[in-house]
């Protein structure tokens, strides 16, 4: 009921609030993570640093890191995890409890403390949710590998692995010897990356194919769907992070498989061993830059706006304003819950409720998509430009101190 009166007044909405109104709308959904997701990554690293670029070398770099890693982060998991290992491991499910898979693993295991069918159902469902979970560290694994594969391709194309030379701060000639070193340790990574793989897709199958029978492996299932609920029984703050944030799981909408918070944590964590590593391998001027970059920027791309989003709810508390939405405890209700409010609303007021659904989105649009906004401009070219300038500062100051030598 809810939902519909939401989307009835939506069509009352006046042309100009309608865009804003429906991408905070899609934002809140699960399957909207990945599309706002890659607008603030798009938005925030690669036109940035596109930017900033200190030769075509660095400039090529950044289009191929950030372009590969955007697609491959937000839409593969979608391809991957609903067209191709959910089919592949469903099969060993019987047919009525196929549909279960979309359910994420926490909410199985919470069900199952009241429901001993489900308890039962789950020794079924979970060993294959977590099989598909496993398939899908494809994704976090060729992130990883993509930063040893911008090495190889700058040196197959520029000829240059010294990043003193790829950014500009010097041009000198490349050391052969360099070279290969930074050939062999990034076939050597990617190779590594795909023996872990292998061992995912390995365990995988088990898993699948005999985790119903198997205690141990039913318990490995769960933590791989649910580790906070398993580690974090008796902290519900410390399983809610947990699951939130470190969760191998695929997100449900509408039934189908789609990107979590977790696997997007996954992605960075294990692409920054990725980038750390092969910033490494170019000299300690790319492996400082990285350093003050990335903390930063896995920051933002794990958590969005959210940090901004809740100092900004308490200022317009403060301020009094947006007083119909945002609450004591600054809770916002969600878009999709707008449209009861209005009625509501209008029936405590004596107004329509077309007029206060158009004023309730307004704060909406306010609340959530202003932060937004503020983060992708400041975030995106404060970190890009802030990481150009120290790299070229402590490059000079290293200069400058071993000439006075």
Known sequence: MTINTTKILMNTLPKYLKPAAKFINHQEQAAGLSTSRFIQDFTVCMVPKATFSRSIADLSENIFLE??????????????????????FSKVLPEGLKKEVATTGVELLDKAKTDIKIKENNKQ????????????????LTEFSLNYIKNLLTLKLF?????????????????????????????????FAASIYAGCLGLAALLATKGRNSKILRQISE???????????????AKNFVNKYLCMDFNNQDGKLVLSKGQLTTCVLIGGCGYFGASADRGKENLKETATRFPLVALYVITGSEFVEKGFKKLLNKLGKCKDLIGKDLNVPKFEELGELAEKLSKAKNTSAEKEFKSLVKQKVLISGLPYVFSIGIMGFFVAGMTT???????????NKNSVL
């Open 159 to 191: 000829k240059k692995s010294d990043f003193k030379n790829i950014a500009s701060l010097e041009n000198n000639k490349e050391n052969i010897a360099q070279q290969e070193k930074v050939k062999k340790s990034a076939k050597k990574h990617i190779g």
């Open 389 to 399: 300038y120290f790299t070229k500062r402590r490059y000079k100051n290293a200069q």
């Open 223 to 237: 933590f791989i769907v649910a580790p906070g609920t398993k580690l974090f029984k008796n902290s519900p703050k």
């Open 125 to 140: 469902i979970l060993p294959v949710k977590a099989a598909i979970a496993l398939a899908a560290m494809a994704i976090p």
């Open 67 to 88: 372009g590969a890693e955007e697609s491959l982060i937000y839409f593969t998991p979608a391809i991957l995890g609903q067209k191709v290992a959910r089919k592949v």
